[in-house]
């Protein structure tokens, strides 16, 4: 008897387990972190850089306000950024 099938079997098997397995390390850190708009540097954004642009690393200048960058939640607006997009590139202002 051949050990080929069985072996096969057991891999697909792994495989379709592995799928199946969700990872909730990503949603708890999503769910950890927000949207700052305005405080990320030229190329250093994380994603949506508004129209030319693609996603992550594409903003233009500085603190572009319509491109957004990760941070840790209830810390944008410390940090002199905004939770919605905006106009403008000026230098953010921290908080106290």
Do not use: F
Not at 25 to 51: F, H, R
Not at 66 to 91: I, Q, R
């Amino acid at each position: 008897m051949s050990k080929s099938p069985l072996i096969v079997g057991a891999l697909a098997t792994a495989l379709i387990a592995s799928v199946n397995v969700a990872d909730p390390a990503p949603a708890q850190a999503a769910a950890a972190k927000e949207k700052c708009y305005g405080v990320s540097l030229k190329g250093k954004n994380d994603c949506a850089a508004g129209p030319g642009t693609t996603c992550a690393g594409t903003s233009k200048v500085d603190y572009q306000g319509n491109a957004w960058k990760y941070v840790a939640k209830d810390s944008c607006e410390d940090m002199g950024g905004t939770l919605t997009p905006h106009k403008g590139n000026a230098k953010p202002k921290t908080r106290g």
